[in-house]
């Protein structure tokens, strides 16, 4: 796979379920993220977790990593019809000068239905 | 909450015209950077910007694209030469200087949506 795949491409849930995607890297990197976009708008930061941390919290959002597996998930509790969106994890390598620089994954297309 | 803002939301231009992208990043972050997603593909990097110079670009960025920071509010992208296959959504982003090293949450702009005709 290449570097930030989300798993799966899709999902759909029932409005409070939990939704749970995945996404996994190849490379070393200093930090990992997880962006929202909503059909043909931009994109919006939801959390940053580093290297060196294991989970975080921010709300409805709980994100994991794994750096021994290269992984990262994103879990969404009680999910909402407005969650509805594309969520896509980015990665940034740990070399000082490629730190700065993005590398998005494909993204999991999430449908809440009310 | 700042906001990232882009302008034109839309812009049409036809092939090989010159194109600038605007953009008013948040106005104590100190990193931009120009995102760009073809439409049903994914988010690619195009080039970052310090300090009043490139400091990053991506194998996309080529001789015919451009940034600058004309003043101290506005960062543009200038496409020299448009082609066909520059259709698509152009993002920019800012960030703060790094607290730990490497990079922080960017906040982006709502977009650019670029057709080439």
């Known amino acids: 796979s290449q570097q930030g795949e989300e798993d799966p491409q899709a999902l759909s849930i029932q409005e409070g379920e939990n939704a749970t995607m995945n996404c996994s890297y190849k490379t070393s990197i200093n930090n990992l993220q997880w962006y929202r976009q909503n059909s043909g708008r931009g994109l919006v930061h939801l959390i940053l977790?580093?290297?060196?941390?294991r989970e975080k919290h921010s709300g409805r959002l709980r994100v994991t990593l794994d750096t021994s597996k290269k992984s990262s998930s994103l879990l969404i509790t009680a999910s909402r019809a407005a969650d509805t969106a594309s969520y896509f994890c980015?990665?940034?390598?740990?070399?000082?000068?490629?730190?700065?620089?993005?590398?998005f994954g494909s993204g999991t297309q999430l449908t809440v239905l009310p | 909450e700042p906001e990232v803002t882009q302008t034109p939301s839309h812009q049409v231009t036809q092939m090989g015209q010159e194109v600038i992208l605007r953009c008013v990043p948040i106005?104590?972050?100190?990193?931009f950077y120009w995102y760009r997603q073809i439409l049903g593909q994914k988010v690619e990097f195009l080039v970052s910007f310090y300090n009043n110079e490139i400091s990053e670009k991506s194998e996309i960025f080529d001789d015919q694209f451009s940034v600058e920071r004309p003043d101290g509010s506005n960062f543009t992208l200038k496409i020299r030469s448009t082609k066909l296959e520059d259709s698509a959504m152009y993002f920019c982003?800012?960030?703060?200087?790094?607290?730990?090293?490497?990079?922080?949450?960017?906040?982006f702009g709502s977009g650019t949506r670029l057709t080439v005709v």
């Open positions: 982003a800012s960030s703060e200087r790094p607290r730990q090293g490497g990079s922080d949450g960017y906040t």
């Open positions: 106005s104590n972050h100190l990193y």
């Open positions: 980015a990665t940034a390598l740990s070399s000082s000068g490629s730190a700065r620089q993005l590398t």
């Open positions: 977790i580093r290297s060196n941390e």
